[in-house]
């Protein structure tokens, strides 16, 4: 009987810290990209072009890709541009966009943990709008948000809304003054965490399944941290 209650004990505490777990962390996710999978069921016969520790591309097997700097493309005059994926760009030969499907493999250097905070316990400002005049189209929303508490950074709640497809915007609301900051913006959501002061941007972008993103005109994905009033990028 001992070992029976033992055991349920157990399960209840792994079931309360998973439940702490989710609490702390937000995805605020926008997928409008295909996966890996759906599109390989659409395009069974692309042959792999490029798999390398950054990228896979598919494409026709007679075509050529390559993956270069900006400072680079003259070197390979019979080569066109594809895309661009922050400061690299995709050319190739014999082939045409539509005809590949170029994927940024993600790997991540640094994580939420890296960034940790201390979660602040006093008692909570509420937003000033007088520090961003322009917040007050938001009102409604800024405090609704506002009055469920901490959701970033320790000290700060982060407050997004849509703005286009795809588009979300936002500010940043300091509780311990009320300060308000904007500068959020993404096209296909964020993570982020009420104790750690690193974002993922552009989260979205990412195949939970196979962690490739589908390159895309909009699909940067990006590790930012806050400065206290500023988002500073950090890989």
Not at 152 to 167: E, M, N, R
Not at 175 to 201: C, H, N, P, V, W
Not at 218 to 227: G, P
Request: charged fraction near 30%.
């Amino acid at each position: 009987m001992e070992r029976i209650l033992t055991y349920l004990i157990c399960i209840l505490i792994l079931s309360c810290q998973s439940k702490t777990e989710q609490q702390n962390s937000v995805k605020i996710e926008v997928n409008e990209s295909p996966t890996l999978t759906e599109d390989a069921a659409k395009n069974d016969k692309l042959d792999t072009l490029l798999n390398t520790k950054n990228y896979l591309i598919l494409g026709e097997k007679l075509a050529k890709v390559k993956v270069v700097k900006d400072d680079e493309i003259d070197k390979f005059p019979t080569f066109e541009i594809l895309i661009g994926y922050r400061d690299e760009v995709i050319i190739g030969e014999n082939i045409d966009y539509n005809d590949v499907k170029i994927y940024r493999k993600y790997n991540p250097k640094t994580s939420f943990k890296d960034y940790q905070v201390a979660m602040y316990e006093g008692k909570l400002a509420n937003p000033d709008f007088s520090t961003d005049p322009d917040a007050k189209r938001f009102i409604t929303r800024i405090k609704n948000e506002c009055a469920k508490g901490i959701n970033f950074a320790g000290q700060y709640t982060l407050v997004t809304w849509g703005c286009g497809s795809p588009c979300q915007s936002g500010v940043v609301v300091d509780r311990k003054t009320g300060a308000i900051f904007g500068g959020y913006g993404t096209a296909l959501g964020s993570e982020f965490k009420k104790d750690s002061k690193m974002i993922i941007r552009n989260v979205g972008a990412i195949d939970t399944t196979t962690s490739l993103i589908k390159v895309c005109a909009y699909c940067d994905v990006n590790h930012e941290i806050w400065t206290g009033t500023e988002f500073e990028e950090i890989e």
